[in-house]
């Protein structure tokens, strides 16, 4: 199967960006703070993310910061960062739920049944999925509604919210009835649901990205050359 393009990048910028100084980290991470608020497409956030890096060793070369190099001005560069990036679909919100939180969740929900700490403690803990997930939901929907300040999405906005609405109703009551009908083995269908939902999200999250390395390549033609002459 072919590595994923997404997974690579991400793990090249925390690389790189863990030898900046400090204060670039530091400033990154506002940058990054305000850019992923307009998009939930992971991949092209890296790309940000890795154009940021590039910034910040370019300044050090003249022996500056990132923020002195950008100047007092950078928040506006920023925002135009924001404006221009793709601000991605419903499923590149799906692709965030690849994450290693949602294994550590399934987890949680084994231990509890393994150890058999009390079928309250294990209902508590399937009903608190659908807080979890409407917590999670509401941080996409403040990206996009914060993003159609610059009506950049508004026509797909209502068909998307209709989705998430609908993927609510559909988990919550799913979650509600297993822990009614089934309190014994909720814990257990739980877990195994989030850990279907991780393998299928990085599937997904895979396919997405790499297409989308195609089109967008993230490695420069020098480094794409230099993989090119040292595969066998």
Same mark, same amino acid.
């Given at each position: 199967?072919?590595p994923s393009?997404?997974?690579?990048?991400?793990?090249?910028?925390?690389?790189?960006?863990?030898?900046?100084?400090?204060?670039?980290?530091?400033?990154? =991470?506002? !940058?990054? &703070?305000?850019?992923?608020?307009?998009?939930?497409n %992971?991949?092209?956030?890296?790309? @940000?993310r890795?154009? /940021?890096?590039?910034?910040?060793?370019?300044?050090?070369?003249?022996?500056?910061?990132?923020?002195?190099?950008?100047?007092?001005g950078?928040?506006?560069?920023?925002d135009d960062?924001?404006?221009?990036?793709?601000?991605?679909s419903?499923?590149d919100?799906?692709?965030?739920?690849?994450?290693?939180?949602?294994?550590?969740?399934?987890?949680?929900?084994l231990?509890?049944?393994?150890?058999?700490t =009390?079928r !309250?403690? &294990?209902?508590?803990?399937?009903?608190?999925?659908? %807080?979890?997930?409407?917590?999670? @939901?509401?941080?996409? /929907?403040?990206?996009?509604?914060?993003?159609?300040?610059?009506?950049?999405?508004?026509?797909?906005?209502?068909?998307?919210?209709?989705?998430?609405?609908?993927?609510?109703?559909?988990?919550?009551?799913?979650?509600?009835?297993?822990?009614r009908?089934?309190?014994?083995?909720a814990?257990?269908a739980?877990a195994?649901?989030l850990?279907l939902?991780?393998?299928?999200?990085s599937?997904?999250?895979?396919?997405?990205?790499?297409?989308?390395?195609v089109?967008?390549?993230?490695?420069?033609?020098?480094?794409?050359?230099?993989?090119?002459?040292?595969?066998?």
């Amino acid at each position: 199967m072919r590595p994923s393009e997404y997974a690579q990048l991400k793990r090249e910028n925390d690389r790189r960006e863990g030898a900046l100084p400090l204060a670039d980290r530091e400033e990154i =991470g506002r !940058a990054m &703070a305000s850019i992923r608020r307009a998009s939930w497409n %992971l991949y092209e956030l890296e790309r @940000l993310r890795k154009d /940021l890096i590039d910034m910040a060793l370019r300044a050090a070369l003249e022996h500056k910061t990132l923020a002195e190099s950008l100047g007092p001005g950078r928040q506006e560069i920023y925002d135009d960062m924001a404006r221009e990036i793709d601000p991605g679909s419903f499923a590149d919100w799906l692709c965030g739920l690849a994450r290693p939180y949602t294994l550590w969740y399934a987890v949680l929900l084994l231990v509890n049944m393994v150890l058999g700490t =009390g079928r !309250a403690a &294990a209902v508590f803990l399937v009903l608190m999925l659908p %807080l979890f997930f409407v917590l999670y @939901l509401s941080n996409c /929907l403040q990206r996009r509604i914060w993003v159609s300040r610059w009506a950049r999405a508004r026509r797909s906005l209502v068909i998307e919210v209709m989705l998430f609405a609908v993927a609510v109703v559909v988990f919550t009551a799913g979650i509600w009835l297993l822990s009614r009908r089934l309190p014994r083995v909720a814990g257990y269908a739980a877990a195994a649901a989030l850990v279907l939902v991780w393998a299928v999200s990085s599937l997904l999250c895979r396919a997405r990205y790499n297409r989308a390395a195609v089109r967008r390549p993230w490695r420069s033609a020098e480094d794409a050359a230099g993989e090119d002459h040292g595969a066998p």
